[in-house]
């Protein structure tokens, strides 16, 4: 099979032929159809998230059909975990110590085959073809996972408008919240993007917004703009880190947190997120915007990612 490979921190990614895996005891043999492309397989790609083991198959946002028997199924980031644990035998699987994780732990999505655990392998709705189908299985999940974080929120900023903001200002629209779009400055095909999609507000991350927010989730790997968020918020708000990296918060006075606000990190996800968002996601109905790339190309999506170069998610179509 083809594959794009990870072999080392600074390196591009190498268009290699590899052996088609074999699936082990409860694992599934999938060939590929979409793979989403994530920020995090640029922290990978950068060293910000290391890979022990390389070279590595990056990728987990995976769309494939499970072969021999042919059911679709879609594979997210979090691959493994022990089922031992404290955290595993608390529903709190996404802490779990041993956990393994696709496209780092685990070979990925940017192949033309993978394999992958059974138990990590949930159905893919009906009625979403298979690219549109990938950025729901990070890019919805972790979004979902953090949305909830914000509890009964109104009003809700969202920092760094990419592929899971514009999932979960689908997702916030239909529960009646207000969505406020925060994006690079000067980047006016995003803020235009977020208004098309329903948002109330759109400006820049160093604009203050029209309204207090009950709520804000990060997703830029920026630290400062916990900060900005933190602000931004209401007494009692919260502000949720929705990436698995982040550079470092700057110190801030003790009043941009007193009156209750709150500031947490999402970790993963659990196969109940999985199981709920990938339920709702027809019921809203979710749809994503993506730019697609040949599986040779995925270098390429990842530096486009990088520049911000597109709207909404990419994928990979092996």
């Known amino acids: 099979m083809r594959a794009m490979v990870f072999e080392a921190v600074g390196q591009p990614l190498r268009l290699l032929e590899r052996p088609v895996p074999r699936a082990g005891p409860g694992q599934l043999l999938l060939k590929v159809r979409a793979c989403g492309v994530c920020r995090t397989d640029l922290h990978l790609l950068d060293g ?26 879609g594979v997210p ?9 404290e955290y595993c035998r608390s529903e709190r699987e996404n802490l779990c ?13 940017m192949a033309q085959y993978t394999v ?8 893919i709705p009906d009625d979403y073809p298979d690219a549109q189908a990938a950025p729901l299985l990070c890019a919805g999940l972790i979004g979902y996972r953090a949305l909830r974080m914000c509890g009964t929120a ?14 979960l200002t689908q997702v916030a629209q239909a529960q009646d919240r207000e969505v406020y779009a925060f994006t690079r400055e000067g980047d006016s095909a995003a803020q235009a993007f977020a208004r098309e999609l329903g948002a109330a507000w759109a400006g820049h991350s160093g604009q203050a917004p029209p309204h ?10 920026d630290g400062s703009l916990v900060v900005q968020a933190l602000q931004a918020v209401a007494p009692g708000g919260t502000v ?9 918060i700057p110190t801030f006075p003790y009043s941009s947190l007193w009156g209750e606000r709150v500031v947490r990190s999402v970790a ?4 109940r997120d999985a199981e709920e968002f990938l339920a709702l996601a027809p019921r809203v109905p979710v749809r994503t915007h993506m730019s697609s790339y040949p599986l040779e190309a995925a270098g390429q999506a990842l530096e486009d990612l990088r520049a911000g170069r597109f709207t909404g998610a990419a994928v990979i179509v092996p």
């Open 97 to 109: 110590p041993r956990a393994r994780f696709t496209g780092r732990d685990i070979d990925g999505g």
């Open 240 to 248: 949720v880190c929705g990436g698995i990296h982040m550079s470092d």
């Open 154 to 167: 109104r009003r809700l900023g969202l920092y760094g408008f990419g592929a899971a903001a514009h999932i």
């Open 268 to 271: 993963n996800l659990t196969r």
């Open 77 to 85: 980031w979090l691959g493994w975990t022990c089922g031992e644990c």
């Open 48 to 73: 910000e998230v290391s890979i022990e083991h390389p070279p590595r198959i990056l990728g987990h946002q995976i769309v494939g059909i499970a072969e021999p028997e042919g059911r679709r199924v």
């Open 116 to 123: 992958a655990d059974e138990r990590y392998c949930f159905a």
């Open 212 to 221: 207090e927010l009950d709520a804000a989730i990060v997703f830029a790997p």
